[in-house]
């Protein structure tokens, strides 16, 4: 992993842009989303283009396409970030038609998570960090700290480092990068030159819509793989969209991950939910097993 360095900030003045390299956008999440935009930066002009609605089955637009205009909105110095109008599937698709380490070195401010996993990682491996953070249509419903983190950063003002509370599952303390994010999508790029190192990372999961026995399988793959061997600690976000877990999701991870002699957090405010705080991937975090406390952002101050 190349040494990490922030991309350039949301900056007063700077128009924000609206991206879909994912699934397919309905307009009126869009709507709402926007209108949700435009009140938590409203020192900003947001930009989104009819792309952004474009649909192929279940994709918004063809590969190339969603490639091209992914590639176009990052590329450009005016703009102070770029927003995914949302996940669902698609980001794999494109990940042999992106040019990474051109897309890196422009040091766009890319934002989402979910599908997003798929290029968050790769981009933080080419050295850029990247965040983990509310997708357009996932605004209407944030809760109050997470509208904050983002309606700072867009104001260019960075909301790290942070310290977030969830529930200790398993003691000890790790520092490293941290890389990650859905777990279903992590776990799809397995095999590909796309997978993240990550040796010494503080690995965030979150996940949706996922029955226990395959957060079970899932993180079966990942230790059959060897990579969750080489992680320094397991921070875990949300595992539903609901504002408290169905029963069962939790315990079934926590079973699997507490034997891995290393740090685990779980129950931490980031995910398909409410509570979804921006994560800089890339950048450094200390993950602590005994308080249950995920510190991100250090070498952000």
Known sequence: MNQARPPRW???????????????????????????????APQCRVDCSEAVLASLEYLAGPDAERAANLSALMSDPALGAVLAARGGFGCLRLLPLLDLPALAKTGA???GFSDLTALLNPLAAQGLVTVHGPVVTQLPRLDQASRADLAALLAGRRPWPAALSGKAVAPGQAVGPLLGGNLTTLCSMLGSPWFPDLGGAVLVLEETGEAPYRLDRLISQLELSGALAL????????????DNDPPGLAPALARRLEGLGKP????????????NRSLPL??????????????????LA
């Open 10 to 40: 949301p900056a007063t003045g700077l128009p924000l842009a609206v991206a879909a390299p994912a699934g397919r956008v309905a307009p009126e999440a869009l709507e709402q989303g926007l209108a949700a935009l435009a009140e938590l």
């Open 109 to 111: 401010c890319l934002i």
């Open 231 to 242: 992680v320094a600690g397991v921070a875990v976000g949300r595992l539903s969209d609901q």
């Open 264 to 275: 685990v957090v779980m129950n931490l405010p980031f995910g398909h939910g409410a509570a």
């Open 282 to 299: 890339g950048a450094m975090a200390e993950l602590n097993g005994n308080t249950g406390v995920l510190t991100v952002g250090l070498d």
